[in-house]
């Protein structure tokens, strides 16, 4: 088959299905790709008067380009990579195709942002809070919910999940007698991180004990609300909010914020990168070097505010 006389929304459809029914990649990853290439098609059609995959050259990715500056740096980089994925995708399924972004030279530099980690202290703080209103509440409804939202916040900050695969965890992922925990992340790939902390077990344990009236099947999620229902991420992120808030913490804690902290604090304990790599489940040991920049931060406070010269007089 040649792509002279196809349009470039069949283009994109065929490369969607082959994501989607062939690669079996993550709905989250499928979505992206729908989204920036069906972007991508409205603006070269707008700015470029193209309607053919093969009319498009390195001069039409150049000016689509161009029109992306308005967005961030980290989004125009997904949306070129997106672009590339497909054409990639094109040339490797038609001998005659001419992959334009080929000729075409991209370097986006994505500002380093230092990611947003808490104290152990504050770890503390958020934890004594939510364990003395367990302790002191009356209400059966009320216990319910803390004992879950413990239960979130020990696995959150114990296993350095994503709110994604908090959400995904069914009651079969989770062994209690092992102290195992089976994490599906990006990318489908899976993971086993070992709860070896035994609060985390303990707290897994008071939850399940109070959910049994859900049912315990294997095949359930881990985490209900009070209907019965799945857990989704936005209620985690909206009930993290909410006990940062009541807990005094004065700056934005997010799920995230828990898998941060972790990184960071196991790295200031030293704690070997390529270890912390494997449990946060990152592909790339560059995405895991980015918490070196956090306690290099950590570094200088500790330098300026605790190294012994401070104490000498300026001419010793």
Not at 103 to 114: C, M, Q, S
Not at 194 to 208: F, G, H, K, S, T
Not at 280 to 300: A, D, E, M, P
Request: a positive charge; glycine letters at 4%; hydrophobic letters at 35%.
């Amino acid at each position: 088959m040649s792509l002279t006389h196809q349009s470039i929304e069949t283009a994109v459809g065929w490369f969607l299905f082959h994501c989607g029914y062939e690669k079996r990649l993550n709905p989250k990853t499928l979505q992206a790709y729908t989204s920036d290439l069906n972007q991508m098609i409205t603006a070269i059609k707008a700015d470029s008067g193209v309607s053919l995959i093969s009319q498009i050259n390195p001069d039409v990715i150049r000016t689509y380009l161009k029109g992306l500056s308005p967005y961030k740096a980290k989004t125009i980089k997904r949306k070129m990579a997106s672009a590339k994925a497909f054409f990639n995708y094109l040339e490797q399924e038609f001998e005659d195709y001419h992959n334009p972004m080929r000729k075409v030279r991209v370097k986006i530099k994505v500002p380093l942002t230092l990611p947003n980690v808490l104290t152990l202290s504050e770890i503390s703080q958020i934890l004594s809070h939510l364990y003395a209103q367990r302790d002191t509440t009356d209400s059966e409804r009320k216990r319910e919910q803390l004992l879950r939202l413990i239960a979130i916040v020990e696995l959150l900050f114990g296993a350095g999940l994503r709110v994604s695969e908090l959400c995904a965890l069914h009651i079969s992922d989770i062994d209690l007698q092992e102290g195992l925990v089976k994490v599906y992340g990006k990318g489908s790939r899976e993971r086993v991180i070992q709860i070896c902390q035994p609060a985390i077990i303990r707290a897994l344990e008071d939850y399940l004990s109070l959910s049994a009236c859900h049912g315990t099947e294997g095949t359930r999620p881990l985490f209900l609300n009070l209907r019965g229902e799945p857990l989704d991420a936005q209620s985690v992120r909206a009930s993290i909010k909410k006990l940062a808030r009541e807990a005094g913490i004065n700056k934005r804690v997010t799920p995230h914020t828990f898998r941060h902290t972790l990184a960071t604090l196991l790295l200031e304990e030293g704690v070997d990168i390529k270890y912390i790599q494997t449990i946060l489940g990152h592909s790339s040991l560059s995405t895991t070097q980015i918490y070196t920049h956090v306690t290099n931060t950590r570094q200088k406070i500790i330098l300026r505010d605790f190294h012994p010269r401070r104490r000498l007089s300026p001419e010793q």
